[in-house]
């Protein structure tokens, strides 16, 4: 399938600082990606649509700007977490749609990447 | 989206065939039957899509009832690897870029 790629896959941070995560698409280009968000032993929560070259949608309860969205390039998106909170701690997964080469829109997923706020 | 119903866990013995149910009783008949399995700590993976004939990848094989009202993906092998959360997702094949939404799915547990 296609290849998504999230980095880091694992981070620890101090409370009240801010953690970037990447999301690339590494063999087709993406105009959207999506994140999500995922607690344990819950299905994953969608939070926001990352549009290329746009300002990101939020799904309600998501605060924007604590979850800052940059979607610069057609293969990149990147999720900042702002003044992390351990109620932050979660699995965070990006998605993008593949439409080229061969793919007929399915959704392929990121690794995910875990944030642990001490 | 049409809403799916899936039992919430089950086992199969390893080398057997998983078979995994999925109730989609209010389908439109633009909506697609797809399957995705998240391993552990790991991000979903695409299995395999339908619209109304059956089909096979290299993954796994989907049946989806004449009536569309119910589908069943079968790992024809299942090993310990396939231990997974198993999520069957409605949706329409629309050209515009839309979410999946993900229900709770069934957890596969292979045994050895």
């Known amino acids: 399938g296609a290849v998504v790629s999230q980095h880091p896959s694992r981070v620890i941070c101090k409370s009240g600082t801010s953690v970037k995560i990447e999301c690339r698409s590494l063999?087709?280009?993406?105009?959207?990606m999506f994140w999500y968000r995922q607690f344990p032993k819950q299905s994953l929560m969608l939070m926001a649509t990352?549009?290329?070259?746009?300002?990101?949608?939020?799904e309600q309860g998501v605060e924007k700007d604590k979850f800052l969205i940059n979607h610069a390039s057609l293969t990149l998106s990147t999720l900042t977490v702002t003044s992390a909170h351990p109620e932050d701690s979660s699995f965070y997964i990006c998605?993008?749609?593949?439409?080229?080469?061969?793919?007929?829109?399915?959704?392929?997923f990121g690794e995910g990447s875990r944030l642990t706020v001490l | 989206d049409a809403k799916t119903t899936q039992p919430t866990s089950m086992d199969c013995a390893e080398g057997r065939a998983a078979n995994l149910p999925c109730n989609h009783s209010?389908?439109?008949?633009?909506?697609?039957v797809y399957w995705y399995r998240q391993i552990h700590s790991q991000g979903p993976q695409y299995i395999i899509h339908?619209?109304?004939n059956n089909e096979t990848n290299e993954m796994a094989s989907l049946i989806i009832t004449e009536d569309r009202k119910s589908s069943t993906l079968i790992l024809p092998h299942a090993t310990l690897r396939d231990t997974a959360v198993y999520y069957c997702?409605?949706?329409?094949?629309?050209?515009?870029?839309?979410?999946?939404?993900f229900g709770k799915g069934t957890r596969l547990s292979v045994i050895a």
């Open positions: 339908g619209l109304k």
């Open positions: 997702i409605v949706r329409a094949l629309v050209s515009g870029n839309t979410p999946l939404v």
């Open positions: 209010t389908i439109s008949g633009n909506e697609y």
């Open positions: 063999d087709f280009q993406a105009t959207t």
């Open positions: 998605s993008a749609r593949a439409w080229a080469g061969g793919f007929t829109g399915e959704l392929f």
């Open positions: 990352s549009n290329e070259g746009s300002k990101a949608t939020y």
